[in-house]
């Protein structure tokens, strides 16, 4: 038996690869990804396919092929042609070293560290580049000292509203 990639329908892919496992009792993996993004309300943690739309069940081609294109949610079975490659199981494997035991990857927000190069994404100041001298307690807002008109300005912006990026890259900033 070979582990081989199944398309399901849009944000579908946990509902199908249970039904996979209840009807045909095949081992599944469906690796899933979790972190913090920013809504309209606030910051908030989403679950979600790690590959959309994408999942691996390990089964003989030969016996379980047609019975799988007939599950609910299977779209197809991903093939290039006539060919229907297999995945290799080091690299379900590897991927499951990552992930916890519900099979999920948890992304944590970057800690902030003072001196640091950022850029900001969001904003008056979007993509300027400058050097964090600052942060809150909580790690809500920090001070990024950014060069304006050829002075050096502090800034107190959200800290989900900047990138901290590699020094070596970024415009020098004192």
């Not at 993004?37 to 047609?66: M, V």
């Not at 909580?138 to 300005?153: A, H, M, P």
């Amino acid at each position: 038996m070979k582990w081989y990639c199944y398309r399901t329908l849009n944000k579908k892919e946990m509902v199908t690869s249970k039904n996979i496992y209840d009807e045909l009792g095949l081992e599944v993996f469906c690796p899933r990804i979790s972190q913090i993004r920013k809504t309209r309300n606030g910051k908030k943690r989403f679950t979600e396919a790690l590959f959309p739309c994408y999942a691996f069940a390990k089964f003989d081609i030969y016996q379980h092929l047609h019975e799988l294109r007939f599950i609910r949610g299977v779209s197809k079975v991903l093939k290039f042609g006539s060919h229907i490659p297999s995945i290799p199981d080091e690299f379900v494997y590897c991927l499951r070293e990552k992930l916890n035991s519900d099979d999920i990857l948890f992304i944590e927000e970057p800690k902030v560290e003072i001196q640091k190069m950022a850029q900001i994404q969001y904003g008056p100041f979007r993509t300027h580049i400058g050097r964090i001298i600052n942060a809150s307690n909580s790690g809500n807002r920090i001070c990024i000292l950014l060069d304006l008109l050829g002075q050096k300005v502090p800034v107190k912006i959200p800290s989900e509203d900047v990138t901290i990026i590699d020094s070596q890259n970024a415009a020098t900033v004192t």
